[in-house]
């Protein structure tokens, strides 16, 4: 897209990164009938918010502000799909617990407010219902209603033109942002002015406001995926899980019954456990799988992926779905900034600005959410 010229008179929100995070602040603003320019360094969105499953995880988010604006980042993405184009690729979530310790956990579950609206299935009855799903061994299923899956690959780009063509949101793509001091944004380019200013840097960490993003204590993420083709009208039922994921979403790990199930999968998934794999599988339109991932921590992450690390994501991925074939034609990776702490940082360097950064890997899910509180609160 190419840059628009600036305006003599200025913006109401300057918002740094075209990511999610970003995209989501630009929206909310927009909404709200504030004039708003997006301000990002590379010529598009190249990112976090590109190389990830597209799934908008609800279920299994930590209990509290996490959760609440997952579920309303949910509503917005059913919302703004259709006019910015953006397909709903798939629906809802099957994760299959094959330890009894992982049936104890989803029990639990199901007793939290949390799980109103999904259901425990027994293994037959979620075999029926969900063919695609290898569950000769799995103890029951938990299927959750609150999902959704688009491909972000395209749905960034896909809602950055939609905010400029419905909502007069200016974008400013191949600059980087110097400094700010607001109303003053200084860039490559020349001089922004605008009332308020988000930063939504994600692994740019030592750039804007290094002092203040230090003080969180933040390292680096990176992950490792895959794009597998498997024979030709294998279909899924919506994205899938299993039992590694009971031990890594805080929804379901910091219930009394995860500690059953990490002591027995130290045992038996030492290696995965050690790599930070949990599987997620979900589908795109021509009928491929985006299957992963991994999570490795630096604060300079290398960018070689292990072979070993694919072939155990692969392994999971063949003992939880029914697939004759499983053709690995794409493989990347992906970095987003991490903390121990906080699914999120909000920091307010002053009245007119604040550094937004999700450290938790789910932007997509909680992006909008946020945005919406961080909009409600200044």
Not at 26 to 51: H, M, P, Q
Request: net charge negative; hydrophobic share 45%.
């Amino acid at each position: 897209m190419p840059a628009t010229p600036y305006s003599n008179h200025g913006f109401d929100l300057i918002v740094v990164g075209a990511g999610i995070v970003g995209l989501a602040h630009a929206y909310t603003a927009a909404l709200r009938g504030l004039k708003v320019c997006v301000v990002e360094r590379d010529a598009a969105a190249i990112g976090a918010s590109i190389r990830n499953f597209g799934f908008i995880t609800i279920t299994g988010q930590a209990p509290g502000d996490t959760w609440r604006r997952a579920m309303h980042a949910r509503e917005v993405w059913q919302q703004v799909a259709p006019y910015a184009g953006i397909d709903i690729v798939h629906r809802n979530l099957w994760l299959a617990a094959y330890r009894p310790e992982a049936h104890d956990v989803l029990e639990a579950f199901m007793r939290t407010p949390m799980g109103e609206a999904c259901e425990l299935l027994d293994a037959a009855d979620a075999q029926a219902k969900a063919p695609a799903l290898s569950l000769a061994d799995a103890c029951s299923v938990l299927y959750s209603p609150h999902e959704l899956r688009v491909e972000s690959r395209t749905a960034i780009g896909l809602l950055s033109k939609w905010l400029a063509e419905a909502h007069g949101v200016t974008f400013r793509y191949g600059e980087a942002v110097l400094e700010v001091q607001a109303p003053r944004v200084r860039t490559s380019r020349g001089t922004l002015h605008a009332e308020r200013v988000v930063v939504c840097t994600n692994t740019d960490l030592n750039g804007l406001f290094a002092e203040r993003i230090a003080a969180h204590e933040l390292t680096l993420c990176r992950l490792q995926m895959l794009r597998v083709k498997p024979e030709a009208g294998f279909r899924l039922p919506g994205s899938v899980m299993m039992d590694l994921s009971l031990v890594r979403y805080e929804g379901y790990s910091t219930l009394p019954e995860a500690a059953a199930l990490r002591a027995r999968l130290q045992q038996e998934e030492a290696a995965s456990l050690a790599h930070g794999i949990h599987l997620i599988v979900v589908q795109s339109a021509d009928g491929s799988l985006v299957v992963g991932d991994s999570h490795h921590y630096a604060d300079a992450p290398e960018p070689f992926a292990m072979e070993e690390v694919d072939q155990l994501i692969l392994r999971h991925l063949r003992s939880t779905l029914n697939l004759e074939t499983a053709q690995i034609t794409e493989r990347w990776t992906g970095v987003y900034p991490s903390s121990k702490t906080t699914p999120c940082v909000i920091d307010a360097p002053d009245d007119a600005t604040r550094v937004v950064l999700v450290t938790s890997g789910s932007g997509a899910s909680t992006g909008f959410g946020i945005a919406h509180d961080v909009l409600d609160a200044w």
